[in-house]
């Protein structure tokens, strides 16, 4: 199995910053690419930004210019720094790995449990 180890996670001032880790661990061949999605009350879950193994990035337009995602591929880890943090930001976060567990095998997504992010104003 694959699990997905979150971490960072807190309150925080508008203005503020904070960075999230997310460590990926048991049966994987690939990691084919991580990212992190966020959740907030009443809302879908949306992407907040992804990074290939190939290290090419995307981001949500809300946080471009304030998040930065990055990844150690040695350490199977994603992070995500978020500067200059809202009220808006608030949500669970949530890591997500898109990868084999096997040669041969479909690639799938696996999830973190979520950690919570929220901003006061």
């Known amino acids: 199995q694959v699990q997905l180890a979150e971490s960072g996670g807190g309150l925080v001032q508008a203005g503020g910053s904070l960075r999230l880790s997310c460590a990926a661990s048991?049966?994987?061949?690939?990691?084919?690419?991580m990212g992190w999605y966020r959740q907030a009350p009443g809302k879908q879950r949306e992407l907040v930004a992804r990074?290939?193994?190939?290290?090419?990035?995307n981001y949500a337009s809300s946080v471009k210019g304030r998040f930065t995602i990055s990844r150690d591929n040695a350490k199977n880890t994603v992070y995500l720094q978020m500067d200059s943090l809202k009220p808006e930001d608030t949500a669970v976060y949530y890591c997500?790995?898109?990868?084999?567990?096997?040669?041969?095998?479909?690639?799938?997504?696996?999830w973190g449990q979520g950690t919570q992010v929220t901003v006061s104003s």
């Open positions: 997500n790995a898109d990868l084999n567990t096997a040669l041969g095998l479909p690639r799938r997504d696996y």
């Open positions: 048991g049966r994987i061949f690939v990691i084919n690419a």
């Open positions: 990074i290939t193994s190939g290290s090419s990035t």
